[in-house]
């Protein structure tokens, strides 16, 4: 099975301040057919579902702020969040599609104000 | 506009069965893979199963808690995802959330850009 470990499990930032949110995956999950990297983060809020904000490791979903990025291959991938506003303050997660299970979560990183 | 309306939740007893559905619309029903993916109290995501489209002969994978327990089917005529869950286990808790990708690879998707709002399932005596 595929694991995905993000670190920290909480993370605290100031209002302006840069935000980096870790990803490591147990195996590769570069595909080397299309050399693409099927890692996508996701943001949820409280009460909400899960919003997508990067596909590919790195391609920002249509609508979401420049300030997210993602980087990353094989198996170390980063979400940053280059000037953190009141409104990022949610839970981050990455996610896998390449092996066993099929999609597999990492357990989520807690961003709030310092 | 492309919605995902989730219902069927509710309280059930360990080894009871519960029956959640998923109505879509805004988009092409017949050849867009669909995703179940729960969340427990207060934990992460957790990918339930998939069901493949009309093309790829609505095969299915499950997770390996849920596999021979849950069932997941489709009714083209109602464009509507089902979740038959049987021999409910107290760790089957939480809400549940069907999951699509519409923009990029509605069949075969590597990651979700529309999600319904969830539906709650409680398992408790």
């Known amino acids: 099975d595929i694991v995905m470990t993000q670190s920290p499990d909480s993370l605290a930032v100031s209002l302006g301040e840069r935000a980096t949110i870790n990803c490591k995956s147990s195996q590769s999950v570069l595909y080397s057919s299309n050399n693409k990297n099927y890692l996508a983060w996701y943001q949820q809020k409280p009460g909400q579902p899960p919003k997508l904000l990067i596909y590919w490791a790195s391609t920002r979903e249509s609508g979401v702020p420049d300030r997210f990025s993602g980087s990353g291959s094989g198996t170390d991938f980063t979400l940053t969040i280059s000037s953190l506003q009141a409104e990022d303050v949610a839970v981050y997660y990455c996610q896998q599609y390449y092996g066993s299970p099929l999609y597999t979560f990492g357990q989520g990183t807690k961003l709030e104000i310092k | 506009e492309v919605q995902l309306v989730e219902s069927g939740g509710g309280l059930v007893q360990p080894g009871g069965s519960l029956r959640l559905s998923c109505a879509a619309s805004g988009f092409s029903f017949s050849e867009t893979w669909f995703n179940w993916v729960r969340q427990a109290p207060g934990k992460g995501l957790e990918w339930v199963g998939r069901i493949k489209g009309k093309f790829h002969g609505e095969a299915t994978d499950y997770a390996a808690p849920v596999k021979g327990r849950f069932t997941i089917s489709r009714d083209h005529s109602k464009n509507t995802l089902y979740l038959q869950m049987n021999s409910l286990k107290t760790e089957d808790a939480g809400v549940y959330y069907c999951?699509?990708?519409?923009?990029?690879?509605?069949?075969?998707?590597?990651?979700?850009?529309?999600w319904g709002q969830g539906t709650l399932v409680t398992v408790s005596s």
């Open positions: 999951n699509v990708d519409v923009e990029r690879r509605p069949a075969d998707p590597e990651s979700f850009d529309f």
